[in-house]
């Protein structure tokens, strides 16, 4: 078990440009999340899947930004055509649900998006 | 949507010190945890409690979901402690809330 793995771990890039960030979760953990953090504030919700499925996403996520888990593995999240409020700590996370008991999630060190 | 209020949002502490960190939740929940951001930014799962109390080492945690709130007490304090406190709390489905967090720093 080495824990939540995400890649890369910073990320700089102009505005305009796409940016694609990996995360591969625990592996036996089926449910994966996204989040976006920014300097001060608790992380924010983007979207989850559970195995393959995106199963939510957040009303406040731009089209710009799509998600994949497409053989319920690993994740990508592509953001086209960043802008500078792009920037921020983009965090992955897993868990493995077990009706209530102990559903710890837990997260990876995350990819820090700057966008000039 | 839920709200989930910390407090308080900074704390000072001498090591060898014990605190308290509180989470107030607007409506009940079935997932609660509390994390721990060190300062190099990785979250670190302290509990998962929705109810009840649990302890690991100088940490324990307490959930009273029926009156929507979670306390966090550390116990003797260590500078490794500093770092940003999370509560984040899920009332159906599959996600969780985050609050904004309490700010610790433990100094020597």
């Known amino acids: 078990d080495t824990g939540v793995s995400q890649d890369p771990r910073h990320k700089i890039t102009k505005r305009g440009q796409n940016v694609t960030f990996r995360c591969d979760p625990i592996?036996?953990?089926?449910?994966l999340y996204w989040y976006r953090q920014t300097l001060g504030q608790g992380p924010e919700f983007l979207t989850y899947f559970q195995n393959e499925a995106q199963l939510e996403k957040s009303r406040l996520l731009s089209d710009r930004f799509s998600a994949e888990r497409p053989k319920g593995s690993f994740s990508t999240l592509e953001i086209q055509r960043t802008e500078q409020g792009d920037s921020a700590m983009y965090l992955c996370?897993?868990?493995?649900?077990?009706?209530?008991?102990?559903?710890?999630?837990?997260f990876g060190s995350g990819t820090q998006l700057s966008v000039l | 949507g839920i709200q989930v209020e910390q407090s308080p949002p900074d704390l000072i502490l001498q090591e060898g010190a014990n605190s308290t960190l509180r989470c107030n939740f607007s409506d009940s929940v079935n997932n609660l945890q509390w994390f721990h951001q060190n300062p190099w930014g990785q979250l670190i799962n302290l509990f998962y409690i929705p109810s009840g109390t649990k302890q690991n080492g100088r940490l324990s945690a307490t959930t009273v979901a029926t009156e929507r709130y979670s306390l966090l007490y550390i116990s003797s304090s260590q500078t490794t402690d500093s770092g940003v406190y999370f509560c984040a709390v899920e009332p159906s489905g599959s996600r969780l809330t985050f609050g904004e967090g309490t700010q610790l720093t433990v100094n020597p």
């Open positions: 592996s036996e953990h089926n449910r």
């Open positions: 996370a897993s868990s493995f649900p077990s009706g209530g008991y102990d559903e710890k999630l837990f």
